[in-house]
Structure formats: structure tokens, C-alpha cells
């Protein structure tokens, strides 16, 4: 808590003219403020719930049957394996080696027919293959990490999702961000 005196703090320039401003009393500031030390940063975020995206820190690119679709959990939809794609570009201003860089999404897999099936993704950043073939397969939005830091650099960085050839189903993502702890 802040130690203010009882007395009210005044702006002593304004004295002199007709009104004297009131900055604070011990009464009235009663709040304290933690920071957290271990609170993830987002470096960038990007929010696929809408038919535009809300993007912090982040340009995005889509491919060919990349798509919003509102019916099922308000998301974007990779709907042409092996063409659809989602692309962010994003800048870190300073790399630090000492924090760890996490790629987040919320994403799933369709189902058919009540059945999951596979809606496989490659993912590369900076060009490189963080994974192939990743696949959610789940009913539901889940929300997977992996850790990026040793591809992501200081200045630009890419992160791109692929569609992968061969899936079975859509696949469809809510959010993507890189987050810094």
C-alpha cells in the first residue's frame, strides 16, 4: 500500500489561481499493484472468431479454401488439403535467451458422420519445420503449445500452419499466439 499523508497532496503551481487540485488523500488510495514475474507475454496474438481477424503485433495471410465459417464455433476453416494455409508474420523486438517462446493454438478436427477424422497440419516457422503431420483429432477446441524458441528470432519472424495432403476432414482454428514466459 502507498503511505500518503492525511492531508490532502496539492499542486503547489496552481495555488495562486482560483481552484487548487486535489492529486490524492490516504482515503481514497487503498490499491496495491503486483506484477507478476512468471505471467506469459504475448508477443502476438491472433483471433479467428470473427469474419476479420483481430490480430496484436501480427499480419495474416490465408490461402485458397481458408475461410471463415460461423456455424461451428465461430472459427476459420482449412477446407483444400495440400492448398489451404494460414500464415502470420510477426516481430520480435528483443530475443531474450533466457525466456522460452511458445507457439499457442485452439484448433480441432471435424467430425463425420459422429467420427473423428483426420485433419492434419504441418507447421514451420521462419520456413523451418516445427512439425508435419500434426493432427488435434478432437471433438472439441483444445488448446496445445509447442515451443518455438529455438526457430524464432530478434526482427521477423512467419509462422505457417499447412493443410496437410491426405486429410480426411476440415480442420479449424479459433487463436494462435507466440507468448514469451
Known amino acids: 500500500m502507498i503511505d500518503l499523508p492525511n492531508e490532502p497532496i496539492v499542486n503547489t503551481e496552481l495555488e495562486n489561481q482560483e481552484e487548487v487540485a486535489i492529486v490524492a488523500t490516504k482515503d481514497i488510495v487503498e490499491e496495491t499493484f503486483v506484477v507478476q514475474a512468471d505471467v506469459p507475454m504475448p508477443i502476438c496474438t491472433v483471433d479467428f ?26 472459427s476459420w476453416i482449412m477446407h483444400f488439403p495440400g492448398q489451404s494455409f494460414v500464415k502470420v508474420d510477426t516481430t520480435i523486438e528483443h530475443l531474450d535467451s533466457t525466456k522460452k517462446y511458445s507457439l499457442d493454438l485452439f484448433h480441432l478436427s471435424s467430425i463425420v458422420n459422429g467420427e473423428l477424422k483426420d485433419a492434419p497440419i504441418s507447421i514451420y516457422v521462419n520456413g523451418k519445420a516445427l512439425v508435419n503431420g500434426h493432427n488435434p483429432n478432437n471433438e472439441n477446441y483444445i488448446h496445445e503449445q509447442f515451443d518455438v524458441s529455438e526457430y524464432v528470432v530478434e526482427g521477423s519472424n512467419s509462422i505457417e500452419l499447412r493443410f496437410d495432403d491426405g486429410a480426411q476432414t476440415n480442420y479449424w482454428i479459433q487463436s494462435l499466439a507466440i507468448v514469451q514466459s
Open 49 to 74: 472468431k470473427n469474419s476479420e481477424f483481430e490480430a496484436l503485433n501480427a499480419a495474416v495471410q490465408v490461402g485458397p479454401g481458408t475461410f471463415f465459417n460461423s456455424y461451428y464455433g465461430s
